[in-house]
C-alpha cells in the first residue's frame, strides 16, 4: 500500500505560478514512477508529467516549456512547478504513482483544484 498527500494547489491569475506537491508514505521502495495528471469539468482525465526513479521526465505537449516536474527520492515527493498559468490549466490535479512491478496497482491522491483565472 501507498499513500500520497498532496498540497499546493489553489487559485491564481493567468500568467502566475503554482508548486504542487505530493509526499508518499509506505511501500515507498517498490515505487517506480511518480506524475501528475488532471482532469477538467466534462473532460477525461489526463497525464501532466512523469518522472521516474532515475529521474527521466515526460510531458504533455500542452504543458512543456511551462511545467516542471522533479522529484525528491529521500522524501518520497513529487513535485510540479507550474509557471506561466492559463486558464485551461484548470483542472483537479492528481498524484499517481507506478509501481515497479507490473501486478501491482497504481495509487492516486486526493486530488488538489487548480483554478486559473482570466
Known amino acids: 500500500q501507498v499513500q500520497l498527500v498532496e498540497s499546493g494547489g489553489g487559485l491564481v491569475q493567468a500568467g502566475g505560478s503554482l508548486r504542487l506537491s505530493c509526499a508518499a508514505s509506505?511501500?515507498?521502495?517498490?515505487?517506480?514512477?511518480m506524475g501528475w495528471y488532471r482532469q477538467a469539468p466534462g473532460k477525461q482525465r489526463e497525464l501532466v508529467a512523469g518522472i521516474t526513479n532515475g529521474g527521466r521526465s515526460n510531458y504533455a505537449d500542452s504543458v512543456k516549456g511551462r511545467f516542471t516536474i522533479s522529484r525528491d527520492i529521500a522524501k518520497s515527493t513529487v513535485y510540479l512547478q507550474m509557471n506561466s498559468l492559463k486558464p485551461e490549466d484548470t483542472a483537479v490535479y492528481y498524484c499517481n504513482v507506478k509501481m515497479t512491478r507490473p501486478w501491482l496497482p497504481e495509487y492516486w491522491g486526493q486530488g488538489t483544484q487548480v483554478t486559473v483565472s482570466e
Open positions: 509506505g511501500n515507498i521502495f517498490s515505487i517506480n514512477v
